[in-house]
Structures are given as structure tokens and as C-alpha cells.
């Protein structure tokens, strides 16, 4: 059964803490991506990796950090220098030069 | 940054009814995608557009691209209770696919 999950669903932190989202895919593609979304607004990239070893910063990636030390793998932490945390997290992946992106189900942070 | 601007914000029609959406964009593009999202979750992929293509369908939906005007539009005909969702509009741009803010679509019994 293929696809890309994410964990947890609901994820409580007090302020000032760091927290990690989890994201795994077994659709062996190359690509994998983090967007935030907040309350009626569209997908803002955070961080991307088109390859195993390598990321790039997207339009909002301050206050934030991930790892790719493995295909399947691309967790992204929040750090207590993230502003204002509390949001919708979205985890996606792509084939290497492809288009479609396939999303995960999310992860919900509040920060409290 | 945003590149691609849903209209409108908010769309509500009967069961049944057939629901336009427009994106449009800044700048030159070489595909345009559409996808879903149902509260709460993840986005799913509908329909690519090439930039040398002008229409697409796809079972209930017709995808139209306007390279000349920035724009394209999405049809869905024939609404049912489970097309209520958010819609996005996604363009390309270097190695990455930028997301607009969504319309979101309610369908009333």
C-alpha cells in the first residue's frame, strides 16, 4: 500500500520548545517537500529536497530545519525561533523532474 | 510569494449545478495543475496543463488555459455533495510548484 504519511495527526507543544513532524513516503520518489498553511490561505514552502543529502530553503524557512539522511525520509523540526508556530503542516513528494506532488494527511501543531 | 490567484474566494451553488473557478498568474508558465483538498486534509492532484495545451477534461472536470491572458479555469459539472472542498491552483516556477490561496467550494443539498 503506497503512499506518504505523516505523524502525528494532532501535535501540542508549549512555547519555546522544539518539536519534529514526521514525514515518510514509500513511493521511492526522489523529491519531498514541507509547506505550512495556515486558516484560508494556500501552501507556503518551507523546505525541499530533490535529492538524498540536499535541501533547499523555499519562501518561509526561517525558524525552521530538516534532514534528508534517507530516500523515504524528510522530517522537519520547528524551533522555538519559529514566530508563531501554530499551523497546518503538509508534507509532500514528487518523482525527480515530475510535477504531481502526492500529499500526506497532515500534521496540526498548536503551540500553546 | 504567490504566483497563481484563485477566483472567486468562495463558491456556493445546488447539487447538480456545474462550478467554474479562474487562476490566474504573473508569470510565464510551462504547466498549470489543479488540486483538491478536503477539510482538514491533504491536497489531491487533479488535473496538469501544459502551457501548449488550451483544454483538458477529466471525468467531471474541463480545464481550460489562456497562456495570452495569465489565466486558466476549472469546470466541474454536474456538482455532487462530495466536491465541497478548497481548489488550488499550482503553477511552476524554477524547481517547484507554487500553490495559490484556494477557492473554496460548498455544494448545498
Known amino acids: 500500500d503506497g503512499g506518504i504519511t505523516q505523524s502525528p495527526k494532532y501535535l501540542f507543544r508549549k512555547e519555546g520548545q522544539n518539536v519534529t513532524l514526521s514525514c515518510e513516503q514509500n513511493l521511492n520518489h526522489d523529491a519531498m517537500y514541507w509547506y505550512r498553511q495556515d486558516p484560508g490561505q494556500g501552501l507556503r514552502l518551507i523546505y525541499y529536497?530533490?535529492?538524498?543529502?540536499?535541501?533547499q530553503k523555499g519562501d518561509i524557512a526561517e525558524g525552521y530545519s530538516v534532514s534528508r539522511e534517507k530516500k523515504e525520509s524528510f522530517p522537519l523540526t520547528v524551533t522555538s525561533a519559529q514566530k508563531n508556530p501554530t499551523a497546518f503542516y503538509l508534507c509532500a513528494s514528487s518523482m525527480s523532474g515530475g510535477l504531481e506532488q502526492f500529499f500526506g494527511p497532515g500534521t496540526r501543531l498548536t503551540v500553546l | 510569494s504567490q504566483q497563481g490567484e484563485e477566483d472567486p474566494q468562495a463558491l456556493s451553488i445546488q447539487e447538480g449545478e456545474n462550478a467554474t473557478m479562474n487562476c490566474s498568474y504573473k508569470?510565464?508558465?510551462?504547466?498549470l495543475q489543479w488540486y483538491r483538498q478536503n477539510s482538514g486534509r491533504g491536497l489531491v492532484h487533479l488535473i496538469l496543463?501544459?502551457?501548449?495545451?488550451r483544454e483538458k477534461h477529466s471525468g467531471r472536470l474541463r480545464v481550460t488555459l489562456d497562456t495570452s491572458k495569465k489565466s486558466s479555469s476549472l469546470l466541474i459539472t454536474a456538482s455532487r455533495a462530495a466536491d465541497t472542498a478548497s481548489y488550488f491552483c499550482a503553477t511552476d516556477r524554477d524547481d517547484k510548484i507554487i500553490f495559490g490561496k484556494g477557492t473554496r467550494l460548498h455544494i448545498l443539498p
Open positions: 508569470t510565464s508558465i510551462n504547466n
Open positions: 496543463i501544459r502551457s501548449n495545451e
Open positions: 529536497s530533490q535529492i538524498v543529502n540536499d535541501f
